[in-house]
């Protein structure tokens, strides 16, 4: 990403280093390097390497850094360093790790063990499924009917089913809620409310049914909605299923079907053509006309996945 951003002449600034803390610091160093001129070293803009500086200019970077800039160090804990006396990076990195443990905590203590170049913090090739997923947004705009916040909950549950799936899992409740904004006048309004699926599921259609009864119970007129969400809880692998006694022989329960194979062929397609491409039906209309919609007047470009945003120069 950044050499395609560096080719097509947008500037970029990366941190190089042997550690997690102490790349994020290379980071800070590179950006403040290119918009502040001065505070640091002018090679060191854009592209910050903390692993090739000699020694002495190692230790001039890390002093000119506020021991406040490193990753993990909160205004609390800066506070109380500055107080002991570390003001600068390079104070910290100067601190014994066992003393850091007994004067602080075992957190801060990995912090500055990184800053002196030891690993603390393993790669996870494959990272571990999540307890729950979660899809949330502020409308653009406050909304105030039903109809459109059936739709809204409707898309959110459908996104998380689709995320449910990527890590092969399936959900045995949802919670749904909804609420006013805090800082605008006019009765306030907060409600949620948890909803148990019949059997574990990861079928859009069943969570976005779900999630629309949910909202159809909480609504109340009167009230301007800002924001609401969709949480999958009480996760599961999807390799485990739940049997039930046979006792509606006469028709199978909606529940019951298997639409794994339809959920596959959907997340293909909206893979493949862009999200939204197939969707279901209680989510309304396309992105363009919903009420509910996210202001995006000033998303950034994506430079790297749609061709129409990409820069053109001519010479």
Same mark, same amino acid.
């Given at each position: 990403r950044d050499r395609i951003l560096q080719w097509i002449g947008i500037p970029t600034c990366i941190g190089i280093a042997q550690t997690k803390t102490l790349a994020k610091l290379a980071n800070h160093v590179a950006k403040t390097a290119e918009r502040k001129p001065g505070s640091y070293p002018a090679e060191l803009a854009q592209v910050c390497n903390l692993a090739a500086l000699p020694p002495q200019d190692l230790d001039d970077v890390l002093q000119a850094t506020d021991v406040g800039e490193v990753w993990g160090v909160g205004r609390r804990i800066s506070k109380q360093l500055k107080e002991h006396g570390i003001q600068t990076v390079l104070d910290l990195v100067r601190m014994d790790p066992v003393t850091v443990r007994r004067g602080w905590n075992v957190t801060l203590e990995k912090t500055v063990r990184e800053l002196q170049g030891q690993p603390c913090v393993d790669l996870d090739?494959? *990272?571990?499924?999540?307890?729950?997923?979660?899809?949330?947004?502020?409308?653009?705009?406050?909304?105030?009917?039903l109809e459109p916040l059936i739709e809204a909950v409707s898309e959110f549950a459908s996104r998380a089913g689709e995320k449910l799936r990527k890590q092969n899992s399936v959900a045995r409740e949802l919670l749904v809620f909804i609420h006013t904004s805090?800082?605008?006048?006019? *009765?306030q309004l907060s409600r949620s409310v948890v909803v148990p699926l019949r059997r574990p599921t990861d079928d859009s259609r069943l969570l976005a049914g779900a999630a629309a009864d949910a909202m159809r119970s909480m609504y109340l007129p009167g009230y301007r909605f800002i924001k609401a969400g969709v949480i999958l809880v009480d996760l599961q692998p999807a390799r485990v299923q739940q049997q039930e006694l046979d006792l509606e022989p006469e028709q199978e329960p909606e529940t019951a079907r298997d639409r794994s194979r339809l959920m596959v062929a959907m997340d293909v397609i909206n893979q493949r053509y862009g999200k939204g491409t197939l969707h279901v039906g209680s989510?309304?209309?396309?992105?363009?006309q919903r009420a509910w919609g996210m202001k995006q007047e000033r998303r950034t470009p994506q430079y790297t996945t749609r061709l129409e945003d990409v820069p053109v120069a001519r010479a």
């Open positions: 090739d494959a *990272p571990e499924s999540k307890q729950q997923i979660a899809c949330t947004r502020s409308f653009g705009q406050p909304v105030t009917e805090p800082h605008r006048q006019g *009765p989510t309304g209309q396309t992105a363009p």
